[in-house]
């Protein structure tokens, strides 16, 4: 093992020639992921390695939400509904609701959808990513407008999050069809969107996770895509994700870029394409799943995955399943059906009102959770699940 770190350090170094920054690793510090490998399975509790917070969403006849977590910061969370209502609920972070927005229409101060929004506490504002329109807006926390700026090119911002109290830090990309344009991690100006600073991964040629087939839909073609984080915040430095590298990367605050994760064999050796993502990272696992670009347009299924996990005591990859410790009767947590959130926590789920209700009935929980579900009504609004990092407590 020891020699096959050193020859992958070597090209490391190699393909890294030019980016920005000094690039210092020791061949022990990062991660090898064969991605065609079976791996042995492993039962997790998410109690054991992270908090968990739960926060009950305050309902009434103004504050009806779906519960979709948006933002989330020390003081308050913004919320909205599925689809394109324009609403967007602002409640502090103990579920009170203080105010509803909705800015939604035509105009130059108006979005027609919330693709994202970015929450930035210390300057009173929100930053809402209009996917469609290829801009940013900006509003204060009350909703009234401030200003917008527009995505550079013919490229499409995704994966926006807080950077520092100037920039933000955001994936630049291109829909389909691909051109030779790659794609970029981005800093911006918060003020007027320029950048910053352009982070260039080495990329010797261009994948994607997308689907094409001609003829799909009576003489159509189908295109399908699956969703990729392509970055992820974790304790104050950023795991910068790729599809067409073979290595994930930390970029660290002094601006250098160092191999957080090498995939065997590359990305440009398997036919279908094997792709590896990250889901959550943690002091101590790595979690990531491995998925086939293959998709079966009659079914409408496709995108095979296998869930893995890296185990930095034992120093070992895993096949996995993780559990809710505040359920009696087993029931897994699930990492991929939102984004990663903040430095502070690492994802949110929604648990609806009426299955924890139902839960509560069968006597299926306990802990704060049970606490919790015996003082709601099915009708009422979602309970925000948040995972977070342990503290670390000073002797």
């Known amino acids: 093992m020891k020699k096959v770190n050193l020859i992958l350090a070597i090209i490391l170094l190699a393909v890294m020639t030019g980016c920005r920054g000094e690039i210092k690793q020791s061949t022990d510090d990062f991660i090898i992921v064969d991605v065609m490998k079976s791996y042995p399975e492993k039962e997790l509790i998410l109690q054991d390695f992270m908090d968990v917070e739960y926060i009950v969403l305050e309902t009434t006849d103004e504050f009806l939400t779906q519960g979709i977590v ?12 599925r689809g394109n209502d324009g609403d967007i609920f602002v409640f502090d972070r103990t579920g009170k609701g203080l105010r509803k927005i909705n800015r939604k229409g035509q105009g130059g101060e108006e979005y027609l959808q919330t693709t994202g929004i970015v929450l930035d506490e210390n300057n009173n504002e929100m930053f809402i990513i209009v996917y469609s329109a290829r801009k940013i807006l900006v509003y204060d926390l009350y909703g009234n407008f401030k200003r917008n700026f527009n995505f550079t090119d013919s490229a499409y911002y995704s994966n926006v999050y807080n950077y520092d109290r100037d920039n933000l830090i955001c994936y630049k990309s291109y829909i389909y069809p691909v051109n030779d344009k790659p794609s970029r991690h981005l800093i911006i100006a918060k003020q007027d969107g320029s950048i910053t600073q352009e982070i260039k991964i080495p990329v010797t040629e261009i994948k994607t996770p997308t689907v094409i087939m001609e003829n799909a839909y009576n003489g159509e073609a189908g295109i399908v895509n699956t969703w990729f984080y392509p ?4 304790h104050g430095n950023w795991v910068l994700v790729e ?3 073979d290595t994930v990367y930390n970029y660290l605050p002094d601006e250098t870029i160092r191999p957080h994760i090498v995939r065997i064999p590359s990305i440009h ?3 279908p394409e094997v792709f590896l993502r990250l889901n959550m990272l943690t002091d101590r696992y790595d979690f990531m799943q491995t998925f086939r670009k293959e998709f079966d347009f009659s079914t409408m299924r496709g995108f095979p995955s296998t869930d893995l996990v890296y185990d930095k005591q034992e120093n070992a990859l895993f096949k996995y ?18 984004p990663p959130v903040n430095h502070e926590i690492a994802i949110w789920q929604s648990l609806e009102a009426y299955q924890l209700v139902e839960a509560y009935v069968k006597n299926e929980l306990k802990g704060p959770l049970k606490e919790i579900a015996a003082e709601l009504d099915e009708e009422d609004n979602p309970v925000i699940m948040l995972v977070k990092h342990k503290k670390i407590l000073n002797d």
């Open 243 to 245: 599809a067409s590298s």
């Open 70 to 81: 948006k933002a989330i910061g020390k003081e308050i969370i913004l919320v909205t509904n």
């Open 321 to 338: 399943t993780m559990y809710n410790d505040d359920y009696s009767n087993r029931r897994q947590v699930y990492l991929s059906s939102n």
């Open 231 to 234: 970055t992820i915040p974790y």
């Open 269 to 271: 050796s398997t036919d």
